[in-house]
């Protein structure tokens, strides 16, 4: 017999749109956001994540971590969203991929401790192959290059040791991020569409950390990349 939930998301009021756009981080000058807040009719901040409500999708805005993303997502889907495209960055674990190199994600594994909640016995959560396909089909008539690979989705970075490391590329992991996993869990629980583009912040393969985020180039990419999903 299943266990009987308690506590159910509460939808959210005049919020109901199909789709999402899930932006877990920014640039500290917000090249994203201002980018599309002329767009925005109206916006909610949750506590947990920002929402931005536009004509025909909503864009969930720096709920950074898996419990905070599915927190926000329970609710969106209760109130109607039936697709879930997180435009994200992650670090490369690969010495093939290189910060600003753009990855669709073809496999996620969990080591947050939300996606347990929903599948008790699974640490492999995959994409929904019909969104996947979009976000690739976006790209290309963009003429925006990209690869496909796996990622880790964790919720301690600072605990990313050079024995975690090797047990990642020991997996064949390319990436690392705090929220995929659970976005993919969540959604095939919930029988909604989930993808995920990535964007390369960091490289964490060499003798020492290798960061990227304040990169200028980041930023252009980002925009080259996100955008054409929101605008």
Known sequence: MTDMVIVKPIPLKGIKRKKVLYIPFDSTDKVILNSFKKLVLRERNLGYGHIFLLEDRIILYQSVGAPAAVLALESLIASGTKEVIILGICGSLNSRWHICDAAIITKAFSEEGTSRHYFPRRKIF???????????????????????????????????????????????????????????????????????????????????????????????RMKDYFLPFIL
Do not use: C
């Open 126 to 220: 995959h994409p929904s192959p019909d969104l996947k396909e979009i976000l690739k089909n976006k790209l290309r008539k963009k003429n925006l290059p990209f690869d496909t690979g796996d990622l880790v989705s964790t919720d301690a970075p600072f605990r990313e040791t050079k024995a975690w490391l090797a047990r990642m590329q020991d997996k064949g992991i390319d990436f690392v991020d705090m929220e995929t996993s659970a976005v993919f869990a969540l959604a095939e629980y919930r029988q909604i569409e989930a993808s995920a583009l990535m964007i390369i912040s960091d490289e964490l393969y060499h003798k020492e950390w290798k960061l990227g985020f304040f990169y200028s180039r980041l930023k252009d």
